[in-house]
């Protein structure tokens, strides 16, 4: 008895990727099925495609408003360094005064009695600007943080675009190995039409090399490649809608991507070593790492500070008047609603406390120590993934070599058993060996040229290659 031809399995697994559905799936919320709109329709390449994706992508979006959040806390600390300045207005009633009297040698208030008529009203203007003149580092460490800060913010953008571009180069792969997987059913599908046709004719013959039921094992072939070619279609449409999301077309645009089929371009690949250490450097992880410990250093240092004095000089002024109110010229004794007066002093202002500030040094210590041990982390796994990616691509491209070999040999294989055929020197059995042999070269080697070039792309992910 015959076996299912293996490429309706290979089929299966390049266009229903549990991994490739998984991206799809949880990646791209709000992704419809059915079949793809009619409208206008543009073919975009690659590179296109990411361009768009990290221009419309709500996650770059997102990074973005952090980081003018960040520069935003720089400018407030920068606008620490200038003078401050607090004012108070006031307007309120008040009592009606005469100044006093000395009548036979004693002080006497000749002011109206408390009234309706005796209430006035006044007005008072404080002003006090303040310039900070040492403050043992709490403006520079967290000037120095914040600039860090924004540093970090832009690594983590970096880092956000790299994922980006990893996941779109994996849906437009995956679109790419749909259409060709559908490509490679249909040719599937034709050669079982023309093996059965040469088996009619010679079946009217009365050929001696043909079997009626050879004829029932075409149809029972064909029914898994029918099956395969209509998974194949789904695996296409899901790939095609979820990458459409990804980039925000609009309903009304259809695309088609650039490419027909997937393809092998040799690269002269570097030691493993230099990818390893490239990744140590260009990573955007560990800039934003070292960016971010520079930063909390920084934060733990403007913490210590705080528990320091801060000195400064101010300028304190004072303006109140009151009608009704006669003033009093008299510099021990101070009128508070009817003066003017202005000053320069300096002074020092100290908070103590109980233990709040230890424990918030504390704290800002407590998250540097994280810190360094995710760096620890990082700096011990991303080697293992540079070397995971590098012995993935190397692996994938010998394959590509190997099956793209495989199928064009069983390509001839299946020219050569359908002549024999037609000559009475073959059997049905031999042409039918030779289609199924070359369906599993040919989606192995549709599957490799996949691996092949995503391996590819995360090893650019890995070593913090910027291919936007």
Known sequence: MAKTPSFISSARFLILSPMILCSLVFLLPGI????????ERVVLSLPEIIDMAITKSPEVGEVQSEIAGTKSDLEQVKAAYFPQLESTALVGPVQKAN???????????????????????????????????????????????????????????????????LRVKELYYALVLSRAGLAAADEAGNFFDEAGQRMNRLLELSSPNVRENDLYRIDAYRADTLRSRAEAEKGARVAYFALKSFIRLPAGVDFDPAEKTLSMQKEDLAGLESYIQEAM??????????EALAAQESQVKAATSDRYPSFFAALQGSLAGAPGRETLYNRYIMDDFNHTYAGVVTGIKWNFDFG????KVDKMRAEYDKLIHTKAYAEMNIPIQVTKSYQEHLEWRAAVDSYQKAATASRKWIIA???????????ADEMLRAIEKYGQNRGKFLEALFRYNLSMAELEYAVGLKTW
């Open 32 to 39: 419809g099925g059915g079949e793809e709109p009619k409208g």
């Open 99 to 165: 100044e006093p009297l000395i009548v036979n040698g004693r002080i006497t208030d000749p002011s109206p009695s408390l009234s309706v008529s005796g209430i006035t009203y006044f007005g008072r203007l404080d002003l006090t600007m303040t310039q900070p003149l040492y403050t043992f580092g709490k403006l520079s460490n967290r000037e120095e943080a914040a600039s860090r800060g924004i540093k970090a913010k832009e690594s983590q953008l970096d880092e956000k675009k790299a994922q980006i571009v």
């Open 281 to 290: 450097s260009k990573r955007p992880e560990f800039k934003q790492l070292a």
């Open 356 to 359: 709040i500030s230890k424990a």
């Open 417 to 427: 058993a359908l002549s024999d055929f037609d000559m009475g020197v073959g059997t």
